[in-house]
């Protein structure tokens, strides 16, 4: 409880840098709880302190270790959240790599299908029975650039790219990883809505933003917005009243766009999103239902 009344907790992936560190300070202005997931605790511990040292008055975060190339560290995240016994009101799938070489994870996944999608699929499935079925939010970061893969995802030639780099094209890649987050989101918000849950699932596109992402990627891709004003759509979606009730969605510019622009057929494909949710769980050993 702060002087601003009791406050609601929110999760965010990647929130030690980037879009996730601006969104966790919009998520603490607006009164919540954040649980700020990082790779390593002095990664989490740094990005606290310098959000706290700025945060209004009675603001508090804390830190969970997350390694989304490591399927073991996932669900250790899950776990520790889970023993906690609390309950998560937003839950931002945030962190992700952009067109990096050819690598393979411990768990055998092409790495940026694995960080992107496969890790994030595992935390939230994980994570779903806490979060708040009345206000809950689940938000994914997805890109302008899953126009890249604009055909449904070929499932085949993802097998053989994670044993080889044999037809690896890590913009490619990219384009597939972020096609898969709008996919996921829209298969989770449909499947939500069929059980009656009341927990939204939307996908954002962030603008481009000045963040190590593009400076990672290398080549010519411009320079982005500052990081400053990068997270203000996963904000708007993770706190508007305009969203509330609103899920399947992807929003630009804290708009939903529901055709035309940005978006591809295939990402508002039902069936590519039942595709999607088939072979994430077989990947995870998942059962489908929720
Ligand atoms: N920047 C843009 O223009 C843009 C445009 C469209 C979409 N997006 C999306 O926005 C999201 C955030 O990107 P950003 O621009 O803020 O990038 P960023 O500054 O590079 O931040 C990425 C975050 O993800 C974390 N991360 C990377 N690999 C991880 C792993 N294996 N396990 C857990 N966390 C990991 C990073 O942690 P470390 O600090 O430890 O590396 C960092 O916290 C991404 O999903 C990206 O695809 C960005």
């Known amino acids: 409880m702060s002087g601003r009344g009791p406050k609601r907790l929110a999760l965010v992936t ?3 840098a980037g879009i996730g560190l601006e969104t966790c300070r919009g998520l603490l202005e607006a009164n919540f709880h954040v649980i700020l997931a990082a790779r390593s605790q002095s990664k989490a511990d740094t990005a606290i302190a310098e959000l706290l040292s700025s945060a209004p008055a009675g603001s508090t975060a804390e830190a969970l270790i997350l390694d989304l190339a490591s399927l073991d560290s996932v669900r250790r995240a899950a776990d520790s959240f889970l023993e906690s016994e609390r309950t998560l009101s ?20 092409e790495q940026q299908w694995q960080v992107n999608v496969l890790g994030h699929f595992l935390l939230c499935r994980a994570l779903l029975p806490t979060i708040n079925d009345g206000t809950g939010r689940v938000i994914h970061l997805s890109s302008r650039a899953h126009y890249r893969h604009p055909e449904p995802i070929d499932y085949t030639r993802l097998s053989q790219e994670h044993l080889s780099d044999q037809n690896y094209d890590r913009w490619f890649a990219y384009g597939r990883s972020k096609l898969a987050n709008i996919l996921f989101s829209n298969e989770l918000a ?5 059980q009656g849950a009341q927990i939204t ?7 481009l ?16 917005v500052p990081v400053s004003e990068g997270a203000r759509t996963s904000v708007f979606v993770a706190t508007s009243s305009e969203v509330e009730g609103h899920s399947g969605g992807y929003y630009v510019r804290s708009a939903r766009v529901d055709a035309g622009g940005d978006r591809t057929e295939v990402s508002l494909s039902e069936d590519e999103g039942r595709r999607f949710w088939r072979s994430a769980c077989e990947d995870l050993n998942l059962s489908e239902e929720l």
């Open 90 to 109: 937003v839950c931002v799938l945030n962190a992700g790599i952009m067109a990096l070489p050819w690598h393979r994870t411990e768990d055998g996944f």
């Open 209 to 224: 933003v000045a963040t190590n992402l593009l400076t990672n990627a290398g080549g010519n891709i411009g320079r982005g």
């Open 14 to 16: 990647g929130g030690n």
């Open 190 to 194: 449909r499947r939500l809505s069929e």
């Open 201 to 207: 699932s939307n996908a954002v596109h962030p603008g």
